[in-house]
């Protein structure tokens, strides 16, 4: 066995964390690179050094995890959600079940509560957000964002929704009320079911094509008839009636009823 595999299969009996889902040449040139940075020689003393170190371990979670997320990311797709998607759904449902799946630092679910603030009361809003990496969310709940985060966030949206505190910009509380952060696994722990949306953007193109084709499947048991899988923007899904969606629009997967 190599060491990797070694190191796949230690991680999966301490996390839970299956690495063999994830593409291998990237998830292994990126956890070396953390490996050297800190003068380790193989998988297996990465293994022992975390087992010791608990902030190792959380970076480890961290770099596995990509943590890269802002506002309104990919603006334009953000706009089709608010003018197209949206409306469609609340002509369904007023109270809308909503799960941004692997969330990271809670950008993307933040965002869909501002954007449904132009709809209904904040008040009425309510978001699941989840992510594997528990460091993730905990910045998440915090809820403070540097400058890079907001580069494409709408000018009003800004002003409405964050205070400048230093270097940072502090998110409303209101709108840190509308989400709920939980710890996840997707390609591990069961999903909930009935949602009227699913934002799951920007992590599925780490996964092997058979992990994917799993998410498919359950992303679209997890929707309600007729609802809305929202996808990132290098992860088009070439065959959408496979795993039982149609196109609704670029990005946009609606389940078959």
């Not at 299969?9 to 299956?18: A, C, F, L, Q, V």
């Not at 692997?102 to 699941?128: F, N, Q, R």
Request: with cysteine; aromatic share 14%; charged share 30%.
């Amino acid at each position: 066995m190599n060491g990797y595999q070694w190191f796949i299969e230690n991680i999966k009996r301490k996390t839970g964390i299956d690495l063999a889902q994830y593409k291998e040449a990237q998830m292994k040139r990126r956890l070396t690179s953390l490996y050297e940075k800190r003068g380790l020689k193989n998988f297996q003393e990465f293994f022992q050094a975390m087992e010791k170190d608990e902030a190792l371990f959380h970076e480890f979670l961290d770099r596995m995890t990509i943590n890269v997320s802002e506002f309104y990311r990919n603006a334009k797709r953000w706009e089709v959600l608010e003018k197209k998607i949206l409306p469609k759904l609340f002509e369904q449902n007023r109270r809308l079940k909503i799960w941004s799946a692997a969330c990271s630092t809670g950008e993307e679910p933040y965002t869909v509560a501002m954007i449904l603030s132009k709809y209904i009361p904040l008040a009425h809003v309510s978001i699941l957000a989840t992510d594997i990496d528990e460091n993730a969310i905990a910045r998440a709940k915090i809820g403070l964002y540097t400058e890079r985060s907001l580069q494409e966030i709408p000018e009003e949206m800004k002003k409405k929704f964050f205070k400048k505190e230093g270097m940072y910009y502090k998110i409303d509380e209101k709108i840190k009320r509308t989400v709920t952060f939980k710890k996840h696994n997707l390609l591990a722990d069961p999903f909930g079911r009935q949602f009227d949306l699913i934002v799951c953007r920007n992590v599925l193109i780490y996964f092997t094509e058979e992990a994917k084709q799993q998410l498919y499947y359950k992303f679209n048991q997890a929707l309600r008839p007729g609802g809305i899988l929202f996808v990132g923007s290098t992860e088009q899904i070439f065959n959408p009636a496979l795993y039982g969606f149609e196109i609704e629009d670029t990005f946009f997967y609606r389940k078959i009823k």
